[in-house]
T-cell receptor
């Protein structure tokens, strides 16, 4: 059973702090890794993806991938109350198709 | 540039009924995937359509079926509804022809199905 694990939270951080969200996956053959943000009652919105070991930065967001440890993380710098949402980690299998396997998400709360 | 659209937004059905949900992919995309998201859970893959064929299927019973039309839009049909089918149904579009590891799925707004 291929799994993606996330701490459900909530993760509480003060405004302006760095939020660190973590995700582990079981399928060592996984190729691509995605972070989605989901506000309550809304659909997932893509934040960024990563497929090479190391860091990838996009504005206030940094995704980190360590394939040897089967670990993906998302850092949010200068956290804002508007970042309060559930963050979903998704992994794409090492197949010719595009099925995504999602974790249950981490709820982030940023307090003013 | 139109994004992914889904209809209806909300739907209330009773047990045993049948439902059809609709999705139009983002402009330029040819692949539609359907996901079910129960409350407090991550989306679960139902199936994916490309070139009007089901290319991959998740662990869902045959009560769940789908279709893709020549214009790439898609329908999800659920027969003999159960209380446990109550969920947010998400459509995601992508470009299978892109083929790159970074090719991404973009979600529509979803259809909230409630089964009473």
């Amino acid at each position: 059973q291929k799994e993606v694990e996330q701490n459900s939270g909530p993760l509480s951080v003060p405004e302006g702090a760095i939020a660190s969200l973590n995700c582990t996956y079981s399928d060592r053959g996984s190729q691509s890794f995605f972070w989605y943000r989901q506000y309550s009652g809304k659909s997932p919105e893509l934040i960024m993806f990563i497929y090479s070991n190391g860091d990838k930065e996009d504005g206030r967001f940094t995704a980190q991938l360590n394939k040897a440890s089967q670990y993906v993380s998302l850092l949010i710098r200068d956290s804002q109350p508007s970042d309060s949402a559930t963050y979903l980690c998704a992994v794409r299998e090492n197949t010719g198709f595009q099925k995504l396997v999602f974790g249950t998400g981490t709820r982030l709360l940023v307090s003013p | 540039d139109a994004g992914v659209t889904q209809s209806p937004t909300h739907l209330i059905k009773t047990r045993g009924q049948q439902v059809t949900l609709r999705c139009s992919p983002k402009s330029g995309h040819d692949t539609v995937s359907w996901y079910q998201q129960a409350l407090g859970q991550g989306p679960q893959f139902i199936f994916q359509y490309y070139e009007e064929e089901e290319r991959q299927r998740g662990n869902f019973p045959d009560r769940f079926s789908g279709h893709q039309f020549p214009n790439y839009s898609s329908e999800l049909n659920v027969n003999a509804l159960l209380l446990g089918d109550s969920a947010l149904y998400l459509c995601a579009s992508s470009s299978l022809g892109g083929g790159g590891v970074g090719d991404t799925q973009y979600f529509g707004p979803g259809t909230r199905l409630t089964v009473l």
